[in-house]
């Protein structure tokens, strides 16, 4: 059987025997096997040993071949792989094929990736940014490529932007490091509109949001007059919260669908998709889409909506009982990766937020929900212990702009976090006063204050 030791072996023999290996016998499999396998290419390899298999009937293999001809970096083979980047099937064979070109960083390379930039297939733009952007400085290239910031494609946008213009797509406000926590947001509670609260604090100061707000015309506490001012009033929520939030960290909201319940026997009950309607404007705001969590109830604690169905077995009547919510996870956009998040921090700080033991490993969560007297939407301790650990890291700020019964900032505390919340009801606010616990973190004790206490305190820095 063929060893990588024989392609290793042929390959330092020459060109003649790596040429015998490949056409020692007429399968796709072995082919592969051997393309696959050339490793690094010596400088006298002969590329017309791999080019006869740029017409091969098999897409893997003449991409395998293009990936060959792309190692030895020659104009030798522009025009092959000019012919396979416009005219192969495949958009990977012509991905790599312009890949390969970019790969020769030859001004006679210039005219073919050019005309890439114009292609239809997104990937093949950018595949020919990168290649052209070896040349930024260049006045012709920075023309062509600069000429692609109002590309109908986001990626190719953000790829121009973020050459040409990195502040615009960064900074938000001046840098603070991202480890400086204003005293004023160290466990407060403050009772008040959310969004007169969020106004008094200044740009990039919290790093993790986790909420659930309220459900539409659902439970006493969330009434609106229609579900476009609902969603409106979310959406200026959330573009605060996205103003509040530091540059590239998250935003996890829970939120399910609701049903409003039918006025009368000659209604249908209206069941409205929250997450659904919410996210478009999410991702206008800027927040970057990250994932979708599911949070899975048992069905013997979710509300039996089957039931009929059961009866009468009729399609079209059929209504599966929710055991599901959603925890969608956002994140501020930004171009730098998540290391650099993770780069603000110092060793023992990454240390000690590392998540030890066990930790999910799907996005669907099993978790009971939590009842409580005083309030009837109260986070299950285990889902907020959950995103707090897998989103923050010690010392940070955790704010929760629809606090309830203050689960967030119970936790947050408990995993030596600090917490900032929110709430408007005098009655919800007044049930976190009497749960007042001992400060945990820093000696900082919490401090429950009123709107215009708290906005006191914020001008006095
Ligand atoms: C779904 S509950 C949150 C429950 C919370 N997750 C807990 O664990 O207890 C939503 C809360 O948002 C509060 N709320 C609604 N509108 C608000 C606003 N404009 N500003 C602050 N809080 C608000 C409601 O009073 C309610 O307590």
Redesign the pocket.
């Known amino acids: 059987m063929l060893s990588k030791d024989n392609i290793r072996n042929a390959l330092q023999t020459g060109n003649g025997a790596v040429n015998a290996l490949l056409r020692s016998k007429d399968d796709s499999n072995h082919i592969r096997f051997v393309l696959e396998n050339l490793g690094f290419l010596p400088d006298d390899f002969d590329g017309s040993v791999v080019r006869q298999f740029l017409q091969h009937r098999q897409a893997n293999i003449r991409l395998l071949a293009i990936k060959n001809l792309g190692k030895l970096k020659t104009l030798a083979y522009l025009e092959d792989l000019s012919c396979a980047a416009f005219t192969d099937a495949n958009t990977n064979v012509r991905r790599e094929a312009v890949s390969a070109i970019g790969r020769m960083r030859s001004k006679r390379a210039w005219d073919v990736l050019m005309r890439a930039l114009e292609d239809e297939d997104p990937k093949i733009v950018c595949q020919a940014i990168r290649g052209l952007l070896v040349f930024k400085g260049e006045k012709k290239i920075d023309d062509a490529l600069q000429s692609l910031s109002r590309h109908e494609n986001e990626t190719v946008r953000q790829i121009i932007a973020r050459e040409y213009q990195p502040a615009s797509v960064t900074r938000t406000a001046p840098f603070q490091p991202h480890t400086a926590v204003n005293d004023c947001l160290k466990n407060v509670i403050v009772c008040?509109?959310?969004?007169e609260?969020m106004r008094c604090l200044s740009a990039e100061s919290i790093h993790l949001t986790f909420?659930?707000?309220?459900?539409y015309n659902a439970?006493d506490?969330?009434i609106y007059p229609s579900y476009e001012k609902y969603l409106s009033?979310l959406e200026e929520?959330f573009r605060e919260v996205y103003r509040i939030t530091k540059e590239g960290r998250f935003f996890v909201l829970?939120t399910s669908p609701v049903i409003v319940p039918r006025v009368s026997r000659a209604h249908s009950s209206k069941r409205y998709p929250i997450p659904f309607d919410i996210h478009p404007r999410l991702i206008k705001m800027g927040w970057d889409f990250v994932d979708d969590i599911v949070w899975q109830k048992p069905e013997s604690s979710v509300k039996n909506r089957v039931g009929g169905f059961m009866q009468h077995r009729k399609p079209l009547g059929y209504k599966p009982n929710p055991v599901t919510e959603y925890l969608m996870v956002y994140r501020k956009t930004t171009t730098r990766l998540l290391d650099w998040n993770m780069r603000q921090y110092d060793r023992k700080t990454v240390e000690e937020s590392k998540v030890k033991g066990d930790y999910e490993t799907t996005n669907v969560w099993q978790i009971d929900p939590?009842f409580?007297k005083v309030?009837s939407?109260?986070?299950p301790k285990d889902l907020?212990k959950r995103v707090i650990q897998y989103y923050s890291y010690r010392g940070d700020v955790v704010f929760?702009?629809?606090?309830?019964?203050?689960?967030?900032g119970r936790v947050a505390k408990n995993l030596k976090r600090h917490f900032f919340l929110?709430?408007?009801?005098k009655t919800?606010f007044s049930y976190m006063q009497s749960q007042k616990r001992e400060p945990l973190l820093d000696n900082t004790p919490t401090r429950f204050l009123s709107l215009k206490k708290f906005a006191e305190t914020v001008s006095c820095q």
């Open positions: 008040g509109d959310t969004i609260v909420t659930s707000p309220p459900y439970r506490y969330s009033f929520v829970n939590c409580n309030h939407a109260v986070f907020c929760d702009p629809f606090a309830g019964s203050g689960t967030v929110t709430e408007k009801d919800y």
